[in-house]
């Protein structure tokens, strides 16, 4: 069992017809992001976490240069961690989807750029990745401290929460993440992922430098 590869992935979310859900879906892959860092609303009653939804505003991506390359930023405001930002920096040079989604941004300067709900997101995102699915590896049921089940590895379908799962394996697959740099990139704690105190996690969500140089390289999808 394996993951869809990655140039479906991509080529699905270009396929996507509705103008704000594509580049939703872009900025939801791009960041590693959970449907509610993406989106700027919520509905009465959403039981899906304590977390209002943060998505970003217009003015929540500039360029920037590194060295001779110019740098799309972009602010991800991290799910279950306050809100901690953290910065999503992309070559332009080997982004494809990095003008064209700073672009679409840009133009509700200070306004939320996805002003809809995750349900609208789920709705209609979910349907560009019928016929898909990624694996789920073996995992186990805990209560009182004891395993009460256990699933055996399977495949799932692919829905908006697999993006992530996607990007982060695409970053250190291809492109050599570790998991302090998936920490920085992703909005995983440094605790979760490389056994740092907690402490850390504020000083480095906005190292974007720290992992750039990586992701310098030209890719065939």
């Known amino acids: 069992m394996s993951l869809p590869e990655v140039s479906t992935i991509r080529q699905r979310i270009l396929e996507t017809r509705d103008e704000q859900i594509r580049y939703a879906l872009m900025l939801m892959y791009l960041s590693c992001g959970r449907a509610k860092e993406i989106i700027t609303r919520t509905t009465p009653g959403d039981k899906s976490g304590r977390n209002v939804a943060s998505g970003p505003k217009g003015s929540d991506t500039r360029l920037t240069d590194f060295g001779d390359f110019e740098i799309t930023l972009f602010n991800i405001y991290t799910q279950k961690r306050d809100n901690l930002k953290r910065i999503i920096a992309l070559p332009t040079k080997?982004?494809?989807?990095?003008?064209?989604?700073?672009?679409?941004?840009?133009q509700f300067?200070?306004?939320?750029?996805?002003?809809?709900?995750?349900?609208?997101l789920w709705l209609e995102g979910k349907p560009q990745f019928k016929g898909l699915t990624y694996p789920i590896s073996k995992y186990t049921i805990?209560?009182?401290?004891?395993?009460t089940k256990t699933i055996s590895a399977h495949k799932k379908e692919f829905t908006l929460?697999?993006?992530?799962?996607?990007?982060?394996t695409e970053l250190i697959e291809y492109y050599g993440f570790t998991g302090f740099d998936l920490a920085i990139y992703g909005?995983?704690?440094?605790?979760?992922?490389?056994?740092?105190?907690?402490?850390?996690?504020?000083y480095?969500?906005?190292?974007?430098?720290?992992?750039?140089?990586?992701?310098?390289?030209?890719?065939?999808?």
């Open 142 to 147: 805990w209560k009182n401290g004891e395993i």
């Open 187 to 202: 909005g995983w704690t440094m605790k979760t992922m490389v056994g740092f105190s907690g402490q850390f996690d504020r």
């Open 161 to 168: 929460h697999a993006l992530r799962h996607l990007r982060a």
């Open 204 to 221: 480095v969500s906005l190292n974007w430098r720290s992992y750039i140089g990586k992701l310098l390289k030209k890719r065939k999808w």
């Open 109 to 120: 300067e200070k306004k939320p750029v996805f002003n809809f709900t995750r349900q609208k």
């Open 94 to 106: 080997y982004e494809p989807f990095a003008t064209p989604l700073h672009k679409y941004m840009t």
